[in-house]
């Protein structure tokens, strides 16, 4: 009996906003080349304290809280703003591997849609130059426009059936091509669905005060969970209950992903990504046995034993000789999310896959998928098994994204802060805190100082690809007299991976594979 192989994944983020004022990040201002911002600030903050409103207060408190309504017209695709927010993500994807590489020399492996939306949720509260550097992230001059169709797509990525998304979207023509061929020759998977699960949370520490609207269109656009906690007095329960919220929506994939909450936290905006598929065509396990990977190239050492799949079936694939490189697709079931692999085009080694990261941008990634077509393929590919965990502040401000992590830069006002914000005016929320931008932009007062900072985002990623079931290596060899593969594929050498949602062209998780796990069986 044939059973089915399934990777599962699962990726989350937390975004930590903590009070800028606080001691944690008062060092930077204490010495002497310092002082004098330092007091330009406490001054700005006694100003603004005394001109606050308290007529117009909204507090957080648990009596409060209130869900937000469903937004009750359905706004149309534009599949233009789309795929242009797509490409953006995959293009900001390439710029932070470029970052971890550095780090994490092996293996760098995350979750662009996770990052990216945590920092969509920053990007919704910002004003100033925080908001001009996360709005270089999705490249979009109309900001309602970019949200409304930024949730669209999320909508639309936890679908899952193709024919319950946007019927605008359209899939590249390669899905369509040769699939009776494939269905005939190959067993192949036709009732396991594609299960991605997106979840976003936001956790406020109790008596802190939140715009109205903000909470509002994180609600409506990003189905953002609001729960109280306590930080001051009880930070090992709110770590607790941010932990079992990103192990709840991981389907305990990652059960920790905060080991302490500084005691000045004020928000915590995490994202939590599931995703979990069955493969088309599947892998054979009885085909797979210890090879060598090799890191440098093709038979030179170090040489890494690896668990290699052998897998045979009708693959889309394409070669691009003026960009010197292949991509191969390893389709899921349901056509709506396929795992793309790229190498060089004659051989791949770290230092030839690092030199096609700087010349492949994300349009030339997005023109080769289009361009794909079946072929008959053999592709051995290694196992893995992968928890990775990373910190991105330091990576961010490299990549010029930095302003939100210090207190002098950050402008996050649009969330909240430690006095009230104007209410809400009713109406469309995303519309009013672009308004509140805008009249910020327009006003000439000097800017007052933010309450809120982001001290980090983490983001960790739990990936594993397995077999699960067995199928005999004797039926490979009569499916490969059959069809008479024109190609084979190894994948024993260095490789970019991305796991590509078809149906928004959203990036699900990027990364470069230098060196999969070894081994555990005997060589």
Not at 484 to 513: C, N, Q, S, W
Request: glycine share 4%; proline share 5%; charged share 20%.
């Amino acid at each position: 009996m044939l059973k089915i192989m399934c990777w599962a994944l699962a990726f989350a983020s937390v975004v930590l906003l903590t009070c800028a004022q606080s001691d944690l990040f008062r060092d930077d201002l204490r010495n002497q080349a310092g002082q004098e911002e330092w007091i330009k600030l406490q001054q700005q903050v006694q100003q603004e304290r005394q001109a606050a409103n308290p007529q117009v207060a909204y507090k957080i408190d648990a009596a409060e809280l209130q869900p937000a309504a469903a937004p009750t017209q359905q706004l149309p695709v534009n599949l233009a703003i789309s795929d242009d927010i797509a490409e953006h993500v995959l293009s900001f994807a390439q710029s932070l591997t470029k970052q971890l590489n550095q780090e994490y020399a092996k293996t760098t492996i995350f979750s662009p849609l996770s990052i990216a939306n945590a920092m969509a949720l920053l990007q919704l509260g910002a004003k100033g130059r925080s908001y001009a550097e996360l709005s270089q992230v999705f490249g979009q001059a109309d900001n309602v426009q970019f949200h409304e169709q930024f949730a669209l797509m999320q909508h639309d990525v936890q679908q899952r059936f193709n024919d319950t998304t946007s019927p605008q979207r359209q899939l590249d023509q390669w899905h369509w091509q040769s699939l009776r061929k494939a269905l005939r020759a190959y067993p192949r998977n036709l009732h396991a669905p594609v299960n991605i699960d997106v979840a976003n949370g936001m956790f406020v520490q109790q008596g802190f005060y939140l715009n109205d609207d903000y909470v509002r269109a994180a609600q409506q656009l990003y189905k953002a969970k609001l729960e109280l906690l306590d930080f001051n007095r009880q930070p090992a329960v709110a770590k607790r209950t941010i932990n079992a919220w990103v192990s709840e929506h991981t389907k305990g994939k990652i059960r920790e992903i905060i080991s302490d909450v500084p005691e000045d936290t004020r928000v915590i905006l995490a994202n939590a990504l599931y995703f979990k598929a069955v493969w088309e065509i599947d892998f054979i396990k009885g085909a797979t046995k210890p090879e060598m990977f090799y890191p440098n190239g093709l038979d030179t050492q170090p040489e890494v034993p690896v668990d290699m799949m052998v897998g045979v079936g009708v693959f889309p694939y394409y070669e691009d000789e003026q960009l010197n490189c292949r991509i191969l697709g390893l389709p899921y079931h349901g056509h709506l999310a396929t795992m793309y692999v790229i190498q060089p085009l004659l051989e791949s080694s770290i230092e030839r896959l690092a030199n096609l990261q700087q010349t492949l941008s994300a349009a030339n990634i997005q023109q080769m998928i289009s361009k794909m077509t079946r072929r008959s393929i053999i592709v051995a590919f290694p196992k893995l098994d992968l928890t990775e965990s990373f910190s991105l502040r330091n990576h961010l401000t490299e990549m010029g994204i930095g302003g939100m992590f210090t207190p002098i830069q950050s402008d996050l006002s649009l969330i909240g802060g430690r006095h009230a914000p104007n209410a809400s005016t009713g109406g469309n929320s995303l519309f009013n805190l672009e308004q509140q931008r805008q009249a910020a932009k327009a006003s000439q007062a000097p800017t007052p100082p933010s309450d809120l900072i982001v001290s980090d985002i983490l983001h960790k990623v739990n990936f594993v690809v397995n077999e699960q079931g067995t199928e005999a290596a004797a039926a490979t060899a009569a499916v490969l007299k059959k069809s008479g593969p024109e190609l084979t594929f190894r994948a024993e050498t260095p490789f970019m991976l991305l796991v590509r949602h078809d149906v928004t062209k959203l990036p699900l998780f990027y990364g470069i594979i230098n060196e999969p796990p070894r081994s555990r069986q005997q060589h």
